[in-house]
């Protein structure tokens, strides 16, 4: 599932190629169709993404939310649109781009109130200045849930998802089963603030790095990271391999479904 980076991301694309201007909208699969005729000619006015919710709004007070899922993926690109080639929930064309939409988990049309009302149900995003990390914080102190559960919790924490979850961690030396209770707001903080520059970055480069400048490839004379993810990180996906600080096993387990990467040398906390 992308991160809150790609999200975002995403939607500065897609206003750079359709705000402002009359969209055609189609959905040649057949599962947007009442939803498509709705917005078919419609001004898309903006663009919002909260976490890994993105938000288009349209004139007339009418919004498509998105949510990508596991499977769902964009393509956005300059031209004609092409013939169409498997199934696409959403297309959206204009004279000089195009942009399709398949397998997502959400794709629906909603009015402001809707849009309001779900955007109340997301938690604060580090990428967005008008986040209140309270929010998270007044559940994080209070929860007997382990930092690495409650950070994948997107009422808490919109976007993040299982790299920048590793990766924060490792980089403030907490461990991920430390309960929610137990953790400090000089360390909540630190997290919070170390989030809102790494996702930033992320939506800059439209990739993840969280390797601080002392411990790129070049300084410590090793291999550049080779993943499909791209980017270079401490642990995650590392399983098995040495720890870049202490030179231990960097170990993987399951949490809540998902694996977990972490140093339990550097991570003891």
């Not at 190629?17 to 169709?33: E, M, N, T």
């Not at 909260?50 to 007339?60: E, I, S």
């Amino acid at each position: 599932m992308p991160e809150g980076h790609v999200v975002h991301s995403q939607a500065k694309a897609l206003k750079r190629a359709f705000g402002g201007r009359p969209v055609s909208v189609d959905s040649p699969q057949g599962r947007f169709d009442e939803g498509a005729a709705l917005l078919d000619g419609a001004t898309m006015t903006t663009t919002q993404a909260y976490g890994k919710h993105l938000f288009l709004g349209f004139a007339a007070d009418r919004w498509v939310h998105v949510h990508l899922g596991l499977f769902g993926k964009w393509r956005i690109a300059k031209g004609e649109a092409p013939a169409v080639r498997g199934l696409i929930r959403l297309r959206l064309v204009n004279d000089t781009h195009h942009a399709e939409l398949r397998g997502p988990t959400a794709c629906e049309v909603l009015t402001d109130e809707e849009r309001a009302a779900a955007v109340s149900r997301i938690g604060p995003d580090p990428i967005r200045a008008d986040s209140d990390p309270l929010r998270a914080w007044e559940r994080v102190t209070r929860s007997r849930v382990a930092i690495g559960a409650l950070l994948m919790d997107q009422r808490l924490f919109a976007g993040v998802g299982n790299i920048y979850r590793a990766e924060v961690l490792f980089r403030h030396e907490i461990s991920p089963f430390r309960p929610g209770v137990q953790v400090s707001w000089a360390d909540f903080d630190a997290i919070w603030t170390d989030l809102t520059v790494l996702m930033a970055d992320g939506v800059r480069r439209r990739r993840i790095d969280t390797v601080r400048p002392e411990h790129l490839p070049e300084i410590m004379g090793r291999r550049a990271r080779r993943d499909r993810h791209g980017g270079e990180v401490y642990v995650y996906r590392r399983a098995g391999l040495p720890c870049y600080l202490c030179g231990d096993e960097v170990q993987v387990t399951d949490m809540q479904a998902r694996n977990l990467y972490w140093c339990a040398t550097c991570q003891r906390a």
